[in-house]
């Protein structure tokens, strides 16, 4: 089915999705951490306002209150818990430097391929208006999943964590015109709770290790493995030489 046929509604669906899919990419190549949080926050909005839309076309109600929940949590409460914990770590203006972003971003792209190659049997099977927007709702997850693996801060990570959690949102959103009401807002009290328990875990490392890059502590426990046998009896034999 053509672009062109579709309703208005259905074709600004498709827009507002195209344009939280574009916020992942720029997710992906964005350095500096407070973007990378005003980001996060406009893909909520996008995804909130896609929300939306699928209410009007659907004729579910239950989805305004996902919206609200969306807008709530994700443009204002997780970016302003973020914006607070990066102040107080003193990283607001660090910038992350990312090895071979150019990859990084074809990685991205075949990822995107990849959702549309997966959700033709669900788009041909499909009878639901927003059947289009399926694949984008699995490449805002896998490019969240890629965001968590490519960045060493574990503030990126709690990030691209959280854009996944959004991707399986979207998903359920375009894929059954949402959850039931209860099960979505127990996934929103987990997510909060998720949120402030990760602000914990990040104070902790910084008193902990003095770092939150990941990459540092892999060079911790290589530091303080243990000598090998004949490198410590060689060590003990210069020793008595001593």
Not at 31 to 55: D, E, K, N, S
Not at 67 to 81: D, G, H, R
Not at 136 to 143: D, T
């Amino acid at each position: 089915m053509g672009i062109a046929s579709l309703g208005l509604y259905s074709q600004a669906i498709i827009l507002f999705a195209a344009l939280a899919l574009f916020t992942s990419f720029i997710m992906l190549a964005q350095a500096r951490m407070m973007p990378l949080i005003y980001t996060f926050a406009w893909q909520g909005l996008l995804l909130a306002v896609v929300t939306i839309l699928v209410a009007i076309v659907s004729k579910h109600p239950h989805l305004y209150v996902s919206a609200a929940l969306t807008i709530a949590l994700k443009v204002v409460v997780i970016p302003w818990l973020l914006y607070r914990l990066s102040v107080r770590l003193d990283m607001q203006y660090d910038a992350e430097a990312i090895t071979h972003p150019t990859l990084l971003l074809l990685s991205g792209v075949a990822l995107v391929i990849f959702s549309y190659y997966v959700a033709q049997s669900i788009i041909h099977l499909s009878g639901l208006a927003t059947r289009n927007t399926i694949a984008v709702s699995i490449a805002i997850e896998l490019l969240g999943m890629l965001l968590m693996c490519a960045r060493k801060s574990a503030v990126a990570q709690v990030i691209g964590f959280m854009a996944m959690e959004s991707g399986i949102f979207f998903a359920a959103v375009v894929a059954t015109y949402g959850m039931p009401l209860i099960v979505e807002l127990g996934v929103a009290f987990d997510v909060l709770v998720a949120a402030i328990l990760f602000g914990v875990f990040f104070f902790h490392l910084r008193d902990s290790f003095g770092s939150l890059n990941v990459g540092e502590f892999n060079r911790l426990s290589e530091a303080h493995q243990p000598m090998p046998l004949s490198e410590e009896r060689s060590v003990s034999s210069v020793q008595e030489r001593a």
